[in-house]
């Protein structure tokens, strides 16, 4: 007979196992068996198709997705670990707002960007026009397009990754362990290089990780800025929209590959060393600027650096009050009103797409809320054979790209089975808050877990030995202590599920039909502003969200990383 503690180890894994197995594997083990199924026989044709030399284009995309995904890495790193380590380390007027500023774009949804940055920087441009009018040239000097532009895109809504990872990990670095190792005659070179670049590889991992997970999956910057360029989120959805499912399971167990492949290296990077530091608990120490020329020199470029961020939110807020019909050949927009808003609340159809996303993404937040408590917990508190395996198959969903996550869903549930309850869920509206539940799941696991595995356990047991019983304890002691790590991923999950657009893209019915759909949608019947007016409420969203969370929980976004 099974004792107490084992039996409560059971009761926890059981429903984590059956979640996992049934909304994590099966898809994935259903898409694997599509991928080696080609006209309803079991064989290798579509692996032979998909590297041979009449499908290059689908090994084109493979390389470009991985070309784009180190690349977009890259430049996040170089834009968000130096800005980190300027409002981290130094003080200023005005830091505090600046640092502020800096975290904006993450507002920003992945569609609602790129549209702000193609009115903001395409060839036909607020920001190129205007250097054309005041330089009088006689074409626009610039125009971003192509990878170029997806480059820019992706390292200017990603590198607040980085940025948060790593501020958070110089805010918990003991000052006294540079010092000495300043004291013992390095350099400041050689002290960062060999103490704290090593304390910040958990975090910069983490941000690497991240961002080359949303960059795999990537689909509205190729999408919209680069139409002719491959990358195999696209070409995913290009074979589902083309009827042939078998390609599209091919390309997505491809693309799953690379992706864990990604995940299971950074880890063993990240395994290599002990990061770990014997701190006395002092806090992170600013060095004030006291040059006036370099004191004044980092604030104008504060200002410059806030008017460049803050660019594609006052263009879509400027797209959106411009009425339909008003800025067609016209070089700059010179009509405005609230008709784009209003709209919104005259006619209730138009409202359902914001209705439909809120009540999907409440949904999913509160099911991830809920099963992320008990993940976490099982998998830092509890002991069991295969802790491990079971960590990682935590992790898949959000390792797999959006594109793959909902293949896997179509492929699985376009049937009746056991973990549909004998219904078919593609094409109902039950499809979507599944998918973003499972999406992001591993966001509040990871936020949770870095809170757990600071807790002591001596906690636990001296509320148990004073004759609590352990689920009295779990809610009177350990619940609030995690609460803030919680809400921190279930704040994560609601910015990304608002604007999750290529999950939707592929599952979206026209009764559950998303913001992000319909800005599509308005986009292809060339309705600027009322496709703006729909960013510009899920920018709000978003916004009010954050705010609340910070303002009344606490809640630190870099927790979740």
């Known amino acids: ?146 990878v170029s532009g997806i480059l820019i895109v992706h390292a200017y809504t990603m590198y607040p990754y980085f940025y948060m990872t790593t501020s958070s990990a110089l805010n918990n670095i003991d000052p006294s362990l540079e010092e000495a190792a300043a004291n013992l005659g390095s350099n400041r070179f050689r002290v960062f290089w060999k103490v704290t670049f090593p304390l910040l590889t958990p ?168 099963f992320g408590i008990i993940t976490s917990y099982t998998l830092v508190k509890r002991k069991f054979i295969g802790k491990n395996l079971l960590d990682i198959l935590v992790m898949v969903p959000w390792a797999l790209p959006a594109t793959v996550v909902g293949m896997n869903l179509i492929l699985a549930f376009n049937e009746p089975s056991v973990f549909s309850f004998g219904k078919i869920l593609v094409g109902t509206f039950w499809i979507l808050p599944l998918a973003y539940f499972i999406r992001f799941l591993p966001l509040v696991v990871r936020s949770t877990n870095a809170v757990l595995e600071q807790l002591d356990d001596s906690i636990e047991e001296a509320a148990q030995n004073l004759g609590a019983k352990w689920f009295y304890t779990f809610r009177k002691v350990i619940l609030p202590i995690i609460l803030p790590g919680v809400l921190s991923g279930t704040l994560l999950a609601f910015v990304q599920a608002i604007g999750e657009f290529p999950t939707s893209v592929l599952l979206y019915t026209l009764g559950n039909r998303p913001i992000s759909i319909e800005i599509m949608n308005q986009l292809r019947m060339f309705n600027m502003g009322q496709a703006a007016a729909y960013g510009m409420i899920q920018v709000g969203l978003i916004s009010i969200v954050m705010f609340i969370s910070y303002k009344f929980f606490d809640v630190k976004t870099e927790n979740t990383l």
């Open 1 to 146: 007979m099974l004792n107490a503690d084992r039996r409560r180890t059971l009761f926890l894994l059981i429903p984590v196992l059956l979640v996992l197995i049934g909304y994590v594997l099966y898809p994935s083990f259903e898409t694997f068996l599509e991928s080696i199924r080609k006209n309803g026989v079991y064989s290798l044709q579509n692996y032979q198709d998909f590297f041979g030399a009449k499908s290059a284009a689908n090994f084109e995309a493979l390389w470009n997705s991985v070309y784009i995904s180190l690349l977009s890495v890259l430049f996040s790193a170089l834009i968000g670990i130096p800005l980190a380590f300027i409002f981290t380390r130094y003080d200023f007027p005005g830091r505090q707002f600046f640092s502020n500023i800096a975290i904006m774009p993450i507002v920003l949804p992945s569609l609602v960007g790129v549209m702000a940055f193609m009115f903001l920087y395409g060839e036909a441009g607020l920001v190129p026009n205007a250097i054309k009018d005041i330089f009088n040239l006689s074409k626009v000097p610039f125009s971003i397009g192509g």
């Open 203 to 370: 975090g910069i991992i983490a941000a690497a990780l991240l961002v080359f997970m949303v960059s795999m999956a990537s689909f509205s910057a190729p999408f919209l800025l680069a139409g002719g360029y491959r990358v195999l989120s696209l070409q995913i959805y290009f074979s589902k929209i083309n009827g042939d499912l078998e390609m599209a399971a091919t390309q997505s167990v491809i693309l799953s590959l690379v992706s864990i492949s990604f995940l299971l290296f950074m880890r063993w990077y990240q395994n290599r060393k002990d990061y770990r530091m014997g701190s006395k608990g002092i806090g992170v120490h600013r060095s004030e600027v006291r040059n006036p020329l370099i004191k004044w020199m980092m604030v104008t470029l504060g200002i410059l650096a806030m008017i460049v961020l803050l660019l594609p939110h006052a263009t879509l807020l400027i797209l959106s009050l411009v009425p339909d019909g008003a800025w067609t050949w016209q070089t700059y927009p010179t009509a405005f009103s609230l008709e784009n808003f209003r709209l919104l609340f005259d006619t209730p159809h138009i409202w359902d797409p914001v209705r439909n996303s809120l009540i999907m993404t409440v949904i999913a937040c509160v099911g991830v809320f809920a």
